[in-house]
């Protein structure tokens, strides 16, 4: 059964970079597409992009200028930075794959909070 | 962007009941549109996928339907576990955008 966990830093100072890796355990990776979404209380959920294995990018406009993903196919996972956070960045970001037609699997979610 | 608009945001209603949430594209999608359910601490997880195609293992009471710009997510007689929220989803074009969310309390 495909498991996907996020990992990194859950507190960052107003300007600093958001960093998290998904690391994909138990399925195959290349044959699918991996995103970001995030969700916050003043947002509701919110795709931030999607990745494929040959490092091709879809990035949501809105974040486009401060975000940079990336594949890591010998360690099945993958990764976002988002840079010059604010307080307005402050969510639950999910990894999760998908869309082919949907995203089909989740990881739990990690809080990142963007306070000085 | 294609704003997706659910309605209502929350709804309180008894088990047995049958519950119809309701999710209105900015423009068409077509069939591109996907429901999922969200219960607190967790992540959302897909119901139904292009409209009205029921994922595995999802209880047959949920069904969907629609068209367009104008769909809806049915729950034919509610349960004890069906307490959370709902999301509407389009993959029509990016940004892949969602519905605001409608919580159905018990």
């Known amino acids: 059964q495909v498991q996907l966990l996020e990992r990194g830093a859950g507190l960052l100072k107003p300007s600093e970079t958001l960093s998290l890796i998904c690391g994909v355990y138990?399925?195959?990776?290349?044959?699918?597409?991996w995103s970001w979404i995030r969700q916050s209380p003043g947002k509701g959920l919110e795709w931030i992009g999607t990745?494929?294995?040959?490092?091709?990018?879809n990035y949501n406009p809105s974040l486009m200028s401060r975000l940079i993903m990336s594949v890591d196919t010998t360690n099945n996972q993958f990764s976002l930075n988002l840079t010059s956070v604010t307080a307005s960045d402050t969510a639950v970001y999910y990894c999760?794959?998908?869309?082919?037609?949907?995203?089909?699997?989740w990881g739990q979610g990690a809080l990142v909070s963007v306070s000085s | 962007d294609i704003q997706m608009t659910q309605s209502p945001s929350s709804l309180s209603a008894s088990v047995g009941d049958r519950v119809t949430i309701t999710c209105r594209a900015s423009q068409s999608i077509s069939r591109f549109l996907n429901w999922y359910q969200q219960i607190p601490g967790k992540a959302p997880k897909v119901l139904i996928y292009?409209?009205?195609n029921l994922e595995s293992g999802v209880p047959p009471r949920f069904s969907g339907s629609g068209s367009g710009t104008d769909f809806a997510l049915t729950i034919s007689s509610l349960q004890p576990e069906d307490f959370a929220t709902y999301y509407c989803q389009q993959t029509y074009s990016i940004p892949w955008t969602f519905g605001q969310g409608t919580k159905v309390e018990i």
């Open positions: 999760a794959r998908g869309p082919l037609r949907f995203f089909d699997i």
């Open positions: 138990g399925g195959s990776f290349s044959a699918y597409y």
């Open positions: 292009a409209t009205s």
């Open positions: 990745i494929i294995h040959g490092g091709t990018t």
